[in-house]
C-alpha cells in the first residue's frame, strides 16, 4: 500500500512570512522610514533644523572678524546677540550669516554677466558616493552663501528624502519633473520648487512616478520623431537659472532617458570615481557611453552637443587602509592628471552614521562616531566641496582666478 502524502508543516513565523505580500512588506518598510524621519524632525517646527555656527566660524565663513561681528551687534549694524541659559552666545543661522553678509558686502553672488554652474554628478554605477557628494556639495555652496538649487533627477528619491521627505507619501505626481513632464504650462517649474531647512538651499524633489518618465520618453520619442523632448529639463532649469548662482543635478545611477535629459541640460560634469577595479570599470564605460550618447544626439537629433565648462573626476569612497585603492588612485592621479580634483572623498563611518539619522555630515550638531572622526570627515568633505568651488569660480570672469575667499 502506498504511503500517503503528508502536508508540509509550517512553524507560526515561516507561516507569517509566507503569508505576507509586498504590499505588506512595503507598510511595513514606511514605518521604519517614519520612525527615521522623525528622529531628525523637530518636534517644535515639524521640520530639520538647519545648521549653526558659533561665532568664530561664522566670522571666517562671512569673511570678516568675530571683532568686526561683535561691533555691527553694538552698532545696531546686526541684532544685538542673545545669550544662552550657560551665558555662551547663541550660535548663528545661515540665514543670519547671510544677513552678515550683506551688512558687510561680503556675499559671494555671481556678477549678473557671470554664467550660472549647472553640474551634474554622475556617473551610472549605483554605490559611487553620487548622492553624498550632490548632498554635500550643494550644502557647501549654502554655507558658503551661495543661490543654491538642488534638482533631485532620481526616482530613488535619495536626496529628497534627505531633506525630510517621504518621497512616495509626502510628494505627488505633480510634485516632481514628471508632473512638469505632462503640464509645463499648466504647473510651471516655479511651482515645483521647494525651500528647504538649509537656508539659500532649494530643491526640486523626486519620487518613483519619475521612473515612469525612462518609458514616457521613449514613446514620445518613437511617435513624434522629435528629440526635442530631451532639452525637458535644460528648459525646465533656463526658465529660473538666473535665481541661482550654482544648479546641482543628481540623476539616476543610468545612461536612460533622464540622464541624457540631464546631460543636455548641464554646462559642468562631476564624475566620482572608486578606485577598485569594478566601479573603475563600470566608471570608465559611463564615460565612454555618454560621449557616445552625445554623439548620437548630436548626429540624429540635431542637439547642439553640450558646451561643458569643465568636467572633473573625483576620486570617491577611497578606503586608504586597502593597497588597491592606493595602487589605482596613483595610476589615477598620474593618468588622469589635471582632469582629476586635487581632493578625495574618503570612506568614513561619521558619513553613514549621518545618513542613518536622515542628515549629512555637514548638518549634524555633535560627532555621532568621534570627535577626530568627525572632525576628519568635515575636513575632507569641505576640502572635496571646495575644489568643486574653485572650478566654478573659474568659469565666472568677474572671480576669475578661482578665489576661495
Known sequence: ???????????????????????????????????????????ETGAKKGPTFP????????????????????????????????????????????????????RPWRA????PAIISISNFKGGVAKTTLALHAAQHFAIRGYRVLLVDCDSQASTTMMFGYRPDVDLGEDDTLYGHFHNPELLGVRKIIRKTHFHGLDLIPA???????????AGYLAQNQSFDIIDMIAQAIEDVVDDYDVVIMDPPPALGMVSMAVLQAANAMVIPMPPSVIDFASTVSFID???????????????????????????????????????????????????????????????????????????LDRPVTSHGVHTRSVRLLTEVCQDIEVEVLRTWESRAGGDRR
Request: hydrophobic letters at 40%.
Open 1 to 43: 500500500m502506498a504511503e500517503m502524502a503528508t502536508e508540509p508543516t509550517f512553524d507560526a513565523q515561516t507561516d507569517d512570512l509566507m503569508s505576507d505580500d509586498l504590499g505588506t512588506l512595503h507598510r511595513k518598510a514606511l514605518t521604519i522610514l517614519k520612525r527615521i524621519r522623525d528622529g531628525a524632525i523637530d518636534p
Open 207 to 217: 519620487n518613483l512616478k519619475l521612473y515612469n518618465l525612462e518609458y514616457e520618453i
Open 289 to 363: 557611453m555618454a560621449r557616445t550618447t552625445m554623439a548620437q544626439l548630436e548626429r540624429l537629433g540635431g542637439r547642439a552637443k553640450p558646451a561643458y565648462n569643465f568636467i572633473k573626476i573625483v576620486a570617491s569612497r577611497v578606503d586608504d587602509s586597502k593597497s588597491m585603492h592606493r595602487e589605482i588612485l596613483s595610476m589615477m592621479r598620474q593618468v588622469f592628471g589635471g582632469s582629476m580634483i586635487n581632493s578625495v572623498l574618503r570612506t568614513s563611518a561619521e558619513i553613514d552614521n549621518a545618513s542613518s539619522r536622515m542628515k549629512t555630515v555637514f548638518e
Open 55 to 106: 561665532i568664530s566660524k561664522a566670522a571666517a565663513l562671512v569673511g570678516r572678524t568675530a571683532s568686526a561681528i561683535r561691533e555691527a551687534e553694538r552698532d545696531g549694524r546686526l541684532p544685538e546677540r542673545g545669550r544662552t541659559g550657560s551665558g555662551h552666545r547663541v550660535h548663528y543661522s545661515l540665514e543670519e550669516l547671510d544677513q552678515m553678509r550683506e551688512v558687510f558686502g561680503t
Open 112 to 115: 549678473a554677466t557671470d554664467t
